[in-house]
């Protein structure tokens, strides 16, 4: 059984540990770490932080691109529980992410394994820990492939090292790259929850749902929940009611949570219950201006004695696509903002408070309200940051790279064709993407900032087997959201409108495009205009009623280069090349919103076509302004 991916709180009934510091590290070159029983202690070892990314920890090249097994490992110490105390509690191991994949030993024992180097996993470690000091190790990878998320290849070297040939444009950035704890939670305890807000005038009706896993399946148990409001007012009042569904639907009344035991699944200890809150004058979790409830769950028996407890901030909203429109809470939302990364000199990819709370800093500053976490989902830190700023997220699954190419941003516009989805490597492939797509949902789904789910970023759509491909993706996809969000894609220049095949599965189409820079560049930059309203009138002509979002377009501008009149890698360059984009944009009302690629400067992998990474940032990669970011404060600010 999954163990539960809800975002780790210190409450009545649970505790947390960081593990994070400086954990012991190795490379495995030779790949004989198992065979020398490396999990049962490292002799050789440096130090390296966890969280963090090793790559540019290193003044030596062939460490900063190594590629292939490496190991963690570290010690933590458990306290003897005092007699009666602890004995019902299970201790969980979560890990925010290890890129690309980790099996995970205890005291010399394999606990499990972990696909994806994105998103969070727990195991349940009880039974392997002992009182006083235990030893955590873990085998990492980060080799790249065509059956896991992101695609790539490796090459071998003449000396039998490997060096990773990603198929997407960022850095294979790698490590424990998010925080590591140990939770303490009660044998009896909340797995999951999740809501669906509806709204009519004057009132919300917030439906509840909450996965218990149950220590004794004939344990009788009672479930409630209560909402706080920001001014600390308890908005609902928990009430309880030990009943099946049918005696549930007779007993709902205003401002009252019901929570009562559903279809459970007794035989595997777990349960449902569910509930239906009705607010009066709610106060809505709206774009840019956020107001979050704290929702506080408790799970006790029936002498009353509280068995679990569990706190989140939640938001009162709703999203749909109606017509050509994204609405948020009925209201028509105009998208602006970037694609991003997680990217920072020295720390890589690790999650940093600092950074994150500048970038909402800037972008706020030039009146942005959404990002796209391209092309991965992000630190959990994140979402959390986003739900209190108002912020819009699209929520992007690590499915970058679905084109057999190292120079995918070159080629994407040429029509070349990679027969992708006819190879036999796309069996394992979609096994991992929806684990993936299943594992985001799980994470995020409760998150008020995430509008939308999106489910790759430029694959090959133009064959029938994309279409099959990508048909069970999001089929998938639309029975694991409870809010029922809307699903979209990323498509490159080749997914035309004639030759896409995958735009009818999204709910609103997603388009990465560069008129003006890789195509009609530099001296044919007075071709781009017309080249770029040619395709938008070919995809009006569609007359798809789906609204469309520009998810990429800009030009690599090396910060302080400047020329008149603007010249290709110049600051006016890219003013001239948003001016006119802008111009095209606003001549079209299917747009509903516009992603700039990209926030900042980012690393990538070494290539004529990246002068120290890619350089299309609105910002530097120290989050200082081109000038660019004051022509995009002028526009967002007015519109
Ligand atoms: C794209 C990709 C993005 C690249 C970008 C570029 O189409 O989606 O990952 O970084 O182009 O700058 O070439």
């Given amino acids: ?102 099996a995970v030993y205890v005291n010399g024992q394999k606990i499990g394994e972990h ?15 002992c009182p006083g000091v235990n030893r955590l190790s873990v085998k990492a990878n980060n080799e790249l492939n065509e059956e896991c998320l992101p695609c790539g290849t490796v090459k071998k070297n003449k000396d039998g090292s490997l060096t990773a040939k990603p198929y997407f444009d960022f850095f294979n950035y790698s490590g424990i790259q998010r925080s590591v704890e140990l939770l303490f939670v009660p044998e009896t305890s909340i797995e999951d929850y999740s809501y669906v807000t509806e709204l009519s005038k004057g009132e919300a009706k917030v439906d509840l749902e909450v996965k218990l896993r149950i220590k004794e399946a004939s344990e009788d148990v009672n479930v409630s929940v209560e909402l706080i409001d920001e001014a600390g007012k308890i908005a609902a009042d928990e009430k309880l009611c030990n009943a099946d569904r049918k005696s549930l639907l007779q007993c709902k009344s205003k401002a009252e949570a019901f929570l009562c035991e559903g279809d ?9 219950y569910v509930a239906s809150v009705l607010l009066e004058n709610p106060i809505l979790w709206k774009v840019r201006d956020a107001h979050l409830y704290d929702i506080i769950i408790r799970v006790t028996d029936k002498s009353g004695k509280l068995l679990d407890e569990y706190r989140d901030r939640i938001g009162l909203r709703t999203v749909e696509v109606k017509d050509k429109d994204i609405l948020v809470n009925g209201e028509p939302v105009y998208l602006k903002g970037y694609g991003k990364h997680e990217d920072f000199s020295i720390l890589g990819r690790t999650f940093n408070y600092s950074v ?8 706020k500053w030039n009146g942005a309200n959404c990002f796209r976490t391209s092309h991965y989902p992000y630190a959990d830190e ?21 084109m057999r190419s190292t120079h995918n941003f070159v080629d994407a516009g040429t029509g070349k064709y990679t027969y992708f989805f006819e190879t036999p490597t796309v ?6 993407h929806l684990q993936q797509v299943g594992e985001m949902i799980a994470r995020d789904k409760n998150h008020p900032s995430v509008i939308a789910f999106s489910l790759f970023n430029e694959p090959e759509t133009t064959s029938e087997y994309a279409y099959e491909y990508f048909s069970e993706i999001f089929e998938a996809a639309r029975k694991l ?22 735009y009818p599965l999204l709910d609103f189409i997603c388009l990465n495009r560069y008129y003006g820079w890789y195509i009609s560049g530099g001296e044919d930059f007075e071709e781009a205009e017309g080249k770029f309203r040619d395709e938008l009138d070919r995809w009006k002509a569609l007359e798809t009623d789906k609204p469309f979002v520009m998810t990429e377009f800009g030009t690599d501008t090396l910060s302080g280069n400047h020329s008149l009149p603007g010249t290709m890698w110049s600051e006016e360059y890219q003013n001239d090349y948003y001016e006119m984009n802008f111009r095209v944009l606003d001549d079209y009302d299917f747009i509903r919103g516009e992603l700039v690629w990209n926030f900042a400067d980012f690393a990538t992998s070494e290539g004529i076509f990246r002068v120290g990474g890619n350089k299309k940032g609105i910002f530097t990669r120290d989050r200082q302004p081109k000038s660019s970011a004051f022509i995009l404060k002028k526009r967002w600010e007015e519109i």
């Fill in 264 to 272: 459970g699944d007794s035989a595997s200890g777990c349960s449902e």
């Fill in 382 to 402: 994140w979402y959390r940051m986003a739900d209190e700023e108002g912020f819009l997220i699209i929520d992007e699954v690590p499915a970058v790279g679905m």
């Fill in 115 to 129: 696909e994806g180097g994105f998103l969070p996993f727990v195991f349940d470690i009880t039974e392997y820990i």
């Fill in 356 to 363: 994150a709370r500048r970038d909402f800093e800037c972008m």
């Fill in 427 to 432: 069996l394992k492939l979609k096994k991992n």
């Fill in 481 to 502: 959201d409870p809010q029922n969000r809307p699903l979209t894609g990323a498509l490159e220049k080749n997914s035309s409108p004639e030759k896409c095949r995958c």
């Fill in 1 to 102: 059984m999954m163990e539960s991916l809800l975002y780790p709180c210190v409450t009545a009934t649970r505790m947390k540990l960081s593990l994070d510091g400086m954990w012991k590290f190795s490379f495995d070159r030779d790949k004989k770490g198992e065979e020398k029983h490396w999990e049962k202690g490292l002799s050789e070892y440096e130090m390296m932080p966890v969280p963090g990314s090793f790559a540019d920890l290193y003044t030596d090249k062939k460490k900063k691109n190594y590629c292939g097994d490496f190991w963690y490992e570290t010690d933590f110490f458990i306290p003897g529980a005092p007699e009666g105390e602890g004995k019902e509690k299970r201790t969980l191991l979560r890990f925010g992410s290890v890129t690309h994949r980790a």
